[in-house]
């Protein structure tokens, strides 16, 4: 994906990918990688809010196949994006889900 040049190309083919990937376990490390690739790309671009909603629909706490680390680090861009979208209720939620001990 990181080959594609064409900014619109590369979100439709990420689009594809994760309409492909959805409910399969086997993939759900890469469709999450692909959703916060995503997510970027959107931030990159000044819509936060997208950003953010497209980071939530990922459940990393149940992904068997990322290592801790990983998920840490998905979970706190998802804090980072609820807090930068205003969501307070939201970044309460998120928050919860870090262990503090990865940190």
């Known amino acids: 994906v990181p080959e594609i040049a064409d900014k ?3 979100v439709k083919l990420i689009t594809t990918l994760r309409t492909v990937s959805a409910g399969r376990i086997f993939v759900e490390l890469e469709r999450a990688r692909l959703t916060k690739t995503l997510s970027k790309i959107h931030e990159d ?6 950003a953010s909603e497209i980071l939530q629909e990922v459940a990393v706490e149940t992904c068997g196949a990322m290592s801790k680390r ?5 979970l706190l861009e998802q804090l980072r994006l609820t807090q ?3 969501d307070f209720i939201r970044t309460e939620i ?3 889900k870090v262990n ?3 940190l």
């Open 8 to 10: 619109a190309e590369r």
């Open 45 to 50: 671009d000044g819509d936060i809010d997208q």
């Open 94 to 96: 998120v928050a919860r």
């Open 70 to 74: 990983e998920k840490a680090d998905f």
């Open 100 to 102: 503090p001990k990865v």
């Open 84 to 86: 930068a979208q205003k």
